[in-house]
């Protein structure tokens, strides 16, 4: 298996938690992705992952899996150590995946969009499309969840 990433940012973190939850890092191949000089958003990039972010989990079959949580919802079901990450049964699952969608939505999303849109975020070269308002916006949703 390979993960196409970049460390210390906060998506592809997420991953390597759970790769170390389930004591998985030797099982993987991890292949830096240059963000910050726009690798993501080359063609060949866009082909391993149309989405044009990190991370993105390729396996050895060539099948290639984008988004966090369906990344871990693989790492959880493919390596039995460590504790479940997704649930062990219909309740737990569905309740992880409310709260993830709540992380998401009320804090990693909002944060991210301040980021890139009310900061410098990864520079003028990246950030070619900004809207302050909105950032500044986000902002206030992070900090008041």
Known sequence: ?????????????????????????????FIPVDVMGGEHRTEAFKKINPDAAVPCLELDDGTRISQCNAIIEYIDGEFENGPSLTGENHRERAVISMMNIRAETGLLNAVGNYFHHATPGLGPKLEVYQKKDWGLKQRDVATNT
């Open 1 to 29: 298996m390979k993960i196409y990433d970049v460390e210390g940012f906060p998506n592809p973190a997420r991953v390597r938690i759970a790769l170390a939850e389930k004591g998985a890092f030797e099982n993987v191949s």
